[in-house]
């Protein structure tokens, strides 16, 4: 049976999708274990060794990003936790636009027939402001987003401003709140948002900017 290119390349981006999902479910790695590795190194070969485990540890193992973020604040604190993991996103979203872009484009430019068409054509063609407004606001994951675009027709430079401009607000509003608090919880959470009046009302004031700016 003769599947065709672009067909192969889906059906390869599909398993390994599947497979990095699943591939976590076998790793148990815990927070101590990787807070005590990092704190053997000096601020450089920790800082260095963090990006580095940031990408091609998260490319393995999707669920350790939670703890590097959690980890990455209590160390290195707000500010800098913010420029290490906004360098490592940068790219890790080249990397998974290009993987997606390579394995499901060209499939989804022959397949897709009448209205799938026109919804990805128009996927495709989105301004930056509505593709500034799902990479800031942190209800999307980055994973999805890198993936997703990179099945349309969004070029890879238009995407990359995108990623430079709302990353950093929104890393930096998560890495804040996280070297705050020390941890996370809902309830930690509810709990400082009502101590802290203040950051609650920044925190409406980005969402609502972000929304500002998509329009």
Known sequence: ???????????????????????????????????????????????????????????????????????GAILFGAYLSTFFIYLAEIVNSYIFFKISKSGGKTFFEKKLKGRSKKIYEKIGNLNLGWIFLVRAIPLVPYRVLDLGFGLSKLSFKKYLVVVLLASLPRIFWIQFILASLKDFSLQKAAVYFLNNSWIFLISIVYFVFTLVVAL
């Open 1 to 71: 049976m003769n599947i065709g290119k672009p067909t192969l390349r889906f059906i390869l981006l599909i398993i390994l999708i599947i497979s990095l999902i699943f591939l976590g479910q076998f790793f148990s790695i815990g927070e101590d274990e990787i807070s005590s590795f990092f704190q053997q190194f000096s601020l450089l070969w920790a800082a260095f060794f963090f990006i580095f485990f940031y990408i091609v540890g998260t490319f393995f193992i999707w669920y350790l990003k939670d703890p590097l973020k959690i980890i």
